[in-house]
T-cell receptor, first 112, second 114 residues
């Protein structure tokens, strides 16, 4: 079946970095997005990747390896306000249907 | 200002009752989506729409109907609400039909069915 897996929790320290991992097993892969969701709030789009390699967007960078079904979101110079859930979403195409499959999210806690 | 707004923010309904969740977007996006989010399941797609007058079934459409009377408005209807439909519901608009489409979510509606 189609699946997107993320670790449940991640803890890091203010001023350092955090890497949020995502593995997927899908057919018809057509891109991967990352969303940030703070507690009690709506998901907010962060990044989209479809080609292999590292995409640097400043505070957030995103890596993709399609052959390994793997992506990560790298947050640098962490701030307390980066504490949130990070959702990985894989877009797949099956026939004429496009769909977005979300992972359960990784809850990042940034400690002082 | 919020571009995707949902109403109500919170709703308590009785089993067997009818519930309508409303969504309005000012992004002028063609695509709109209804998701529910539950612990252990993540975001799951219920219904979506490509434009006014169109509705399509998502991954978990049973027990739900959708209506898209205009570009701006997309409603989710629970004709006979059940406790299993207790959840947080998110509406979203999408900025394109391609693989790089970004979704813009509303603040969510917390529905409790007693």
């Amino acid at each position: 079946g189609q699946g997107v897996e993320q670790p449940d929790n991640l803890m890091s320290v203010e001023g350092t970095f955090a890497r949020v991992n995502c593995t997927y097993s899908t057919s018809g892969f057509n891109g991967l997005s990352w969303y940030q969701q703070r507690e009690g709030h709506a998901p907010v789009f962060l990044s989209y990747v479809v080609l292999d390699g590292l995409k640097d967007s400043g505070h957030f960078s995103t890596f993709l390896s399609r052959s390994n079904g793997y992506s990560y979101l790298l947050l640098t110079e962490l701030q307390i306000k980066d504490s949130a859930s990070y959702l990985c979403a894989v877009r797949v195409i099956t026939g004429n249907t496009r769909k977005l499959i979300f992972g359960l999210g990784t809850t990042l806690q940034v400690q002082p | 200002e919020a571009a995707v707004t949902q109403s109500p923010r919170n709703k308590v309904a009785v089993t067997g009752g009818k519930v309508t969740l409303s969504c309005n977007q000012t992004n002028n996006h063609n695509n709109m989506y209804w998701y529910r989010q539950d612990t252990g399941h993540g975001l799951r797609l219920i219904h979506y729409s490509y434009g006014a007058g169109s509705t399509e079934k998502g991954d978990i459409p049973d027990g739900y109907k959708a209506s898209r009377p205009s570009q701006e408005n997309f409603s989710l209807i629970l004709e006979l609400a059940t406790p299993s439909q207790t959840s947080v519901y998110f509406c979203a608009s999408g900025d394109g039909g391609g693989s790089n489409e970004r979704l813009f979510f509303g603040h969510g509606t917390k529905l409790s069915v007693l």
